[in-house]
């Protein structure tokens, strides 16, 4: 797209995005293209914000990080020749609802992988799960029993389902909502940290009896599942609570059978998520098939892995050319 880019990755994941940017040069990009710049203890704002030509940002992190960015960004805008485009995908809290007509199986199969693969450290992961109460019982064990079977380890052993969290400051951020849920809530299973041998925190399972609390707005980005079992008589009132509870706007999902409730779900509950699924987990996005980005707190949904994600990193330009040369200053219906 004609960009020259400042990559400033983040502290905890350096290493990674080294390798990366190794083999884009390795693939071909002329030197300069793509400029490596890790900053320890600085936002990619600090870096980016007091630069005149600066053209855009493209970030993927926390919320607070992106406000962060955008006030430093607009704090310099007299010193820029033009307006930053600025691209953000940020957090979410997004859910599974699902209906009493739903696969009992598939709910437990894809809940548990999309709450608890990688420890829970995707933005996509589930981290809500609605229940009716009529068919809570089964998807309890069922949930509880998938959890026991989890191995959680080294990520060199290929039986691991999942390793630890990044580092100490996410490994304290998470304990902190468990002792939270431990004193306040029902946990299922789990609820086990271990810091001898690395950010270890087992898979977690909460039942939550307020369907407000903190555990069902705050995104705690972590394998921590809170779980709200509803009454399956007033099933609208807990979409509701799906829709509104999180400020979140990143992934949904909804579960069931009944063709007539998917239909009326998916139209209520549309915009929770940018990415919407319907009988299938809130993860798994695969680029080049399904752009991915949301709304409301969760980004600008500029829908990485589209067409129109590209349009951002572009100036478009009208060229009008007239080949019959204007003469008159008057219009035709002035002229007697």
């Not at 033009?82 to 007509?101: A, D, I, T, Y």
């Not at 089964?138 to 959890?147: H, T």
């Not at 390793?163 to 939270?180: H, M, N, R, T, W």
């Not at 271990?194 to 609390?213: A, N």
């Amino acid at each position: 797209m004609g960009n020259v880019v400042v990559w400033k990755p983040s502290d905890a994941a350096v290493l990674s995005n080294y390798l990366i940017y190794k083999i884009f040069l390795e693939a071909g990009f002329p030197a300069g293209v793509i400029n490596f710049v890790p900053s320890e203890g600085r936002t990619f704002g600090d870096v980016t914000s007091r630069h005149p030509d600066l053209a855009g940002v493209n970030f993927t992190g926390s919320v607070g990080t992106f406000r962060t960015i955008w006030k430093q960004i607009a704090s310099n805008l007299d010193g820029m020749r033009s307006f930053p485009r600025l691209l953000g995908e940020c957090g979410g809290k997004n859910f599974h609802f699902v209906h009493q007509s739903a696969d009992i199986d598939s709910v437990v199969a894809q809940t548990t992988r999309s709450a608890f693969e990688y420890s829970g450290q995707k933005c996509s992961a589930c981290e809500r799960l609605y229940v009716p109460d009529s068919i809570w019982p089964k998807i309890k064990e069922g949930l509880i029993e998938a959890q026991k079977r989890l191995k959680v380890g080294s990520p060199l052993d290929f039986s691991t389902f999942t390793s630890a969290v990044i580092d100490g400051q996410a490994y304290a951020k998470i304990s902190s909502y468990l002792d939270y849920a431990k004193s306040k809530h029902s946990l299922l299973a789990g609820g086990g940290v271990d810091s001898t041998r690395g950010w270890y925190i087992d898979p977690t399972i909460v039942q939550v009896h307020d369907p407000d609390d903190r555990l069902m707005k705050e995104e705690i980005f972590g394998p921590v599942l809170s779980v709200y079992v509803y009454d399956a008589k007033d099933c609208r009132h807990a979409m509701q609570k799906a829709l509104h509870t999180a400020p979140f706007g990143l992934t949904a999902a909804i579960f069931g059978k009944d063709p007539g409730w998917l239909e009326k779900a998916t139209e209520y509950l549309k915009q929770a998520g940018g990415n919407f699924y319907i009988n299938d987990k809130s993860t798994g996005a695969v680029v080049g098939q399904q752009p991915f980005g949301g709304s409301r707190i969760s980004g600008t949904n500029d829908k990485p892995g589209g067409p129109h994600y590209l349009l951002r990193f572009s100036s478009p330009q009208t060229v009008k050319q007239t080949l019959v040369p204007l003469t008159e200053i008057d219009y035709p219906y002035m002229r007697p």
